[in-house]
């Protein structure tokens, strides 16, 4: 799935959104492993064999070097069409700053919306407007100590409700509700997107 749906965003992006040649597309990767590259290269080399119109043009990026520079990217006259980067807060920052061009139109002709979860789908969507096109999806999840909860007896939460009671009686007995163990503002940033 993850290759159909590259190679359809790459197709369906390959409108102008910034000013190099109606037919090159201009890509950025953010790479973790070499089979993480290998996955986006098959698929963007398939998207190529299939429009041979279209010069593909792609930037290979470390994690950390394409974290650091990225919003300077996104402000360049001449960087890149098609970016990966994060959804939730991550995201949403980007898009308070005009940075993002929403992709309202494509999700509707293409039928995204029931290809994704409701989950991945609202990871993109802020507003009522959507803004990326998720292509991989992963959780995130809050774990709790199963005997200090038994010791205080509470319930693990199945609702939001549940869970900001549980909170609540962690902090009458003095115990901070939650941690995050984030060494750098990305780790923050996607941890707080859990909560929102």
Request: aromatic share 14%.
């Amino acid at each position: 799935m993850l290759r159909q749906l590259l190679v359809r965003s790459l197709l369906l992006l390959q409108f102008p959104l910034v000013s190099h040649a109606s037919n090159e597309l201009h890509v950025s990767l953010l790479l973790i492993n070499a089979t993480q590259r290998n996955a986006y290269h098959d698929a963007i080399d398939d998207f190529s064999r299939k429009n041979p119109d279209i010069e593909v043009f792609v930037k290979d990026f470390e994690s950390e070097y394409y974290k650091a520079n990225v919003k300077s990217w996104l402000v360049s006259e001449r960087h890149s069409d098609v970016m990966y980067w994060f959804s939730g807060q991550r995201l949403k920052e980007f898009i308070s700053k005009g940075w993002v061009k929403e992709l309202d139109s494509l999700w509707e002709g293409s039928g995204w919306s029931n290809q994704f979860t409701l989950g991945a789908e609202s990871s993109v969507t802020f507003a009522g407007r959507k803004y990326a096109l998720p292509v991989h999806y992963y959780p995130w999840a809050i774990y709790y100590k199963k005997s200090l909860f038994q010791r205080l007896s509470i319930d693990p939460p199945t609702s939001w409700k549940t869970f900001l009671e549980a909170c609540e009686k962690l902090q009458q007995n003095n115990i901070t509700p939650l941690i995050l163990g984030a060494n750098t503002n990305g780790r923050f940033q996607s941890g707080s997107s859990i909560l929102t």
